[in-house]
């Protein structure tokens, strides 16, 4: 009897094994190969189902008599696919044309649209394409509501200034974090001397395939103690199954200066000497007094230089970019290579790029995959010093005077006595011949990993990744002249590498479960260890050969060498997740444990976490099948992240070591840092509320948010008693709350042989401290952070123009403005307004017609205000004699009855006229022409006859067309743009390297 029943389940098992059969393959996107995860694969009117893994791959089991399988994924329609005598399909899905419905890149992973909970905006690879931008921050800019990232110095290859959602710091870092192809690079600039760097630069933008921006907690938070200001994320292209695909890139054009005021050109020969006598005259001096002044200044010497055109060029760029993909369903791969050359407007300023990269996807089984990424490049830089530094080009071409010579008999002029004895200056010239202030920069970002999927909807996987900078710099200054030539000429030489390496492991479920499946779940864990470690070696030495001829001379006096050493890391561990149901209802998670070597001994760990929701309405029975709303979702998130954005030891209590500390010629040291055990993370507390929608057809799409961010613990410095032998130390004190209000709107107007689309995005913000140390301000004038008002306040004295009578300088007494003073001593500072634009966004217009196509962005900006913190040198109504002035000395005051802002011209000028006043505050509103492109693309038709795939010419235009509205502005807008934090010098005039206009013609092959 047992054996017979044991007979009888042998015999079943095995019939119900024969009859069934296992079928596998792989889902993908139609427009791009890419891998759909998450899809579900299930048998036609049956509960037997699976989904896809994180590369696309699925294996069912079915019986003999299921022949076709019904493939649903969301922003898919529902497919129905026969599998008659099949035991492997691939299957290639086509999306519905709906924005709600796009995949986007999200932290650790993709998602739809539909899914969403949180703010997440993605910019695709053909915004950023042949774009003569140097790196792919600078591109951002008018793209993204709430980001803002404008380029405060116009030198090629320089750093960008971006702020998300308003500045959410005081002294720590406030830029957002980068993450490339998963992996949190380091930023910013680490040069020594040229201090015009841009670890983003080495990344060759058409290598991008998508940026994704994160706002909100739902997106950032799980990002931890490094989310607080932003995330982007930065994926790289990758293969595509199929054809092996060329594509090459040709882009040829110049660069000027993008914006040049005429309140900001320096004084003529004849408007100077104008202005020179006048000023004798007016300080009580007699025609004599004026000849001997004007013979001096070389008045008559038949010089009459325009150092403002002698310092500029028409700089030249081009670009090459060519590369190669294609593979089959076991392998894909991608590889480039580029050429980038850019020369700015002003002399000695260039930035040269030369970059690669590789892909490599590999499927060992439908179980198993390998990946590895590489994009590597070598830049090269050569910058001028900015600022007040004497070898400033537009420092010099502002004040040199026009009477000292630039060339004499074709020969460049550096004679000592043509300039020192002046003004102090050197002719700009010959800095650029004789100098060398230059960068070479060798970047690596790589990764490799690999992913096992155990189950249909369980897989693990692992990725190790670095992120690499070598910078080697070298400060040559001549023994002719200049500021080495008491010492024989100057050497200065850095060495600075930066290795960080960040190792990420995730374990994935997915899964969907409900009699139809109609719930469905993704859930994500994971541990995750960065460190970054730098070392700095510098060497300086004096007394060079008289020969510029050698690259790297040898000096005769070593002066000084040090090196330094610096590093940091993070162990963290996470999880998110979420769950929808019907594609109605969505709720998500994130939980992220953080330990940093940056704070103390305490309070090294962290927990931040976020939760969201969304409602996509459109899925409701009253709205399915509307012809007028095509997609409408409300979602909402709210938690909290932190700021690691500090120094790699405040915390820590350390000496210092080296020169001033040595005794007796033995290595000595001292306390140097006080240290705080208890220091900790800046807290942000976002929460945002969204809504978007699309109507008639979709060929309207819009998105409005409100959002808050709530900071406190703020890292601010705190005054200690001076018997402590320490100044102030670092402590987690103070608050701010930015709100604010983002509107995104594209819409389609005309669909037809003839299309036009159009974009538009604004963002509202308003920033206020809330909270600081004891009440007290933080002053770093003309900046103020106080309570109840803007990180960003500008504080200085009113100015109130001349004395109509006497022409003598008059200043408002305080911030109401009823009464006028002469005398400085009874004025009283106010704020008058911020460098925080309440206002900016950009728009953009596309119109094609059957192979061409009109594409203009624009960027703007309002409400904010600049300050010149030159202009005190620069319209200095005579204090500076020997130094010229700018068209804005014009306007002075003559004679009696006389009404201007400008004070009457006097030599040696002693009235302190040019103590900080708004008389040098501007308003900073602005709108640019950011890119403008005409383009054709040839018909395909005619194209396959002679073997291409695509052939596209194009003309290109980059910041073309300014507007200002301060018609006394001397400086592009842009050139005094917020930073990313408030306590460095923002909507400040630095005398940065101009701001660039680029024309370019391209061409685009694909075969």
Not at 400 to 410: K, R, V, Y
Not at 715 to 723: I, K, M, N, R
Not at 767 to 785: F, H, K, S, W
Request: include cysteine; aromatic fraction near 12%; charged fraction near 15%.
């Amino acid at each position: 009897m047992r054996k017979n029943f044991l007979l009888s389940i042998l015999l079943f098992v095995c019939t119900y094994s024969f009859a069934q059969r296992v079928v596998s393959g792989r889902i993908t996107d139609s427009r791009d190969g890419s891998p759909l995860a998450g899809a579900t694969v299930s048998a036609k009117n049956s509960d037997v189902k699976t989904q896809t893994a994180n590369d696309g791959t699925f294996r069912i089991r079915l019986t003999e008599a299921q022949k076709i399988l019904v493939i649903s994924h969301v922003g898919f329609p529902n497919t129905e696919i026969s599998i008659s005598g099949k035991q492997q399909i691939n299957i290639s899905l086509k999306s519905l044309e709906t924005q709600l419905q796009e995949v986007v890149v999200v932290a650790y992973g993709t998602t739809s649209k539909k899914e969403l909970t949180g703010s997440v905006v993605k910019v695709d690879a053909k915004q950023l394409e042949n774009i003569p931008f140097t790196s792919v921050d600078q591109m951002l800019q008018g793209k993204v509501a709430g980001l803002q990232s404008i380029a405060s110095s116009g030198q090629p290859g320089t750093a960008q200034d971006i702020v998300i959602r308003g500045i959410g710091s005081i002294s720590a870092n406030a830029s957002p974090l980068f993450v490339v192809d998963g992996i949190p690079v380091n930023t910013g600039d680490f040069s020594s001397l040229s201090q015009t760097s841009n670890a983003l630069a080495g990344l060759n933008p058409n290598d991008i395939e998508s940026v994704s921006v994160l706002k909100d907690a739902a997106s950032e938070s799980i990002y931890g103690s490094r989310g607080a200001n932003g995330v982007i994320l930065i994926t790289t292209k990758k293969g595509k199954p199929g054809k092996t695909q060329f594509s090459i890139d040709l882009e040829s054009g110049t660069n000027s200066r993008a914006y040049s005021p005429f309140a900001g050109k320096p004084l003529t020969h004849d408007q100077f000497f104008t202005l020179t006598d006048e000023g004798v005259i007016n300080a009580g001096g007699t025609q004599a007094d004026v000849d001997q002044v004007d013979a001096a200044l070389g008045k008559n010497n038949g010089v009459n230089t325009d150092w403002l055109k002698e310092v500029q060029r028409r700089g030249l760029q081009q670009s090459f970019n060519v590369a190669a993909s294609g593979g089959d369903q076991k392998t894909n791969f991608y590889i480039s290579g580029g050429y980038f050359d850019q020369q700015a407007s002003i002399l000695a300023s260039e930035f040269k790029r030369y970059s690669g990269s590789f892909t490599i996807q590999h499927h060992v089984n439908e179980k198993l995959t390998f990946n590895a990424t590489l994009n590597i490049s070598q830049s090269l830089q050569h910058t001028p010093l900015v600022g007040g530094a004497f070898r400033n080009p537009i420092q010099e071409a502002l004040v040199l005077l026009p009477s000292q010579p630039a060339i004499d008999h074709d020969t460049i002029v550096y004679d000592r006595n043509d300039f020192d004895l002046l003004n102090g200056l050197y002719n700009p010239l010959a800095i650029a011949k004789f100098d060398r202030n230059t960068l070479s920069n060798l970047k690596g970002i790589g990764t490799a990993g690999a992913e096992y999927a155990f189950l249909p909807y369980l897989s693990f996987s692992s990725k190790y990744g670095i992120d690499y900078l070598t910078l080697e710099e070298v400060q040559y200054w001549n023994p002719f002249f200049g500021d080495a030539f008491s010492r024989g000429g100057d050497l200065g030489s850095n060495y600075t590498r930066v290795f960080n390496w960040v190792w990420t492991n995730t374990l994935d479920f997915h899964q969907s479960f409900g009699r139809k499946a109609e719930f469905k779940t993704s859930l994500k864990a994971g541990y995750e260890s960065q460190r970054s470690q730098s070392y700095v070696l510098m060497a300086y030495g004096s007394g060079v050969p008289m020969t510029t001829a050698l690259v790297l001379p040898a000096v005769s006096t070593p002066t000084t060498a040090s090196e330094s050493q610096s590093n940091y890391s993070f162990v963290s561990e996470f999880a998110l997740g979420s769950i929808s149901y019907r594609d109605k209802y969505v709720v998500s998670g994130s939980v992220r444990r953080d330990g940093s070597s940056r704070f103390g001994v305490d309070n090294r760990y962290g927990t931040f976490w976020s939760v969201g929701a969304s409602w996509n309405i459109d899925q409701e029975s009253f709205l399915v099948g509307s012809t007028v709303i095509n997609a409408l979702k409300l979602r909402s998130s709210y938690g909290v992240n932190g700021n690691a954005g500090i120094g790699n030891y405040q915390a820590i209590a350390t000496y210092g070591f080296g020169n001033g500390n040595n005794y007796v010629q033995q290595p000595g040291s001292y306390p140097d840092n006080v240290g705080n055990p208890n220091l900790t993370w800046e807290l942000n507390k976002p929460f945002n509320i969204g809504l978007d929608a699309g109507i008639l057809k979709n060929r309207i799409n819009f998105t409005v948010e409100y959002y808050t961010r709530t900071t406190d613990h703020l890292l601010l410095s705190v005054p200690l008693s001076q018997t402590s032998g320490f100044s102030s130390a670092e402590e987690n004190v103070g608050a701010m709350k930015n709100s604010g209000v983002e509107i995104t709107f594209n819409a389609t107007p005309v669909r037809s042989a003839f299309r036009w689309d159009i974009g538009f995005n604004l963002a509202l913000n308003r920033n206020r401290v809330t909270e600081l140390y004891q009440g007290q301000d933080i002053a770093n004038l003309p900046y103020l952070v106080r309570v109840g008002q803007d990180v960003q306040s500008i504080y200085t004295r009113l100015w109130a123009g001349a004395d109509p009578e006497t022409g003598a300088p008059t200043w408002y007494t305080d911030g109401t403005k009823t009464s006028k003073t002469s005398d400085i001593t009874q004025v009283k500072r106010a704020i008058v307004g911020s460098a925080d634009p309440r206002g900016l966004g950009g728009f953009t217009n596309t119109f094609s017609y059957k192979g061409f196509a009109l594409d203009a962005q624009f960027s703007f900006q309002y409400g904010n205000k600049l300050y010149d913190g030159y202009g005190v040198y620069i319209n200095h109504d005579g204090s500076s004699p020997a130094d010229n002035s700018n068209q804005k000395e014009m306007r002075r005051w003559q004679k009696p009855g006389d009404k201007t802002d400008i004070p009457a011209y006097v030599y040696f000028n002693s009235s302190n006229s040019t103590f900080g006043s708004t008389r040098y505050v501007y308003d900073g509103s602005f709108i640019r022409l950011r890119n403008v492109t005409f383009s054709y693309e040839m018909p395909k038709p005619w194209l396959k006859r002679v073997g291409f795939a695509s052939l596209m010419i194009y003309a290109r235009g980059s910041n073309f067309w300014t507007k200002t509205f301060d018609k006394n502005l001397v400086f592009d807008p842009e050139n005094g743009t917020p930073g990313p934090s408030a306590t460095p010098t923002q909507g400040l005039n630095n005398l940065q390297i101009f701001i660039q206009k680029s024309f370019s013609l391209g061409l685009n092959l694909g075969f």
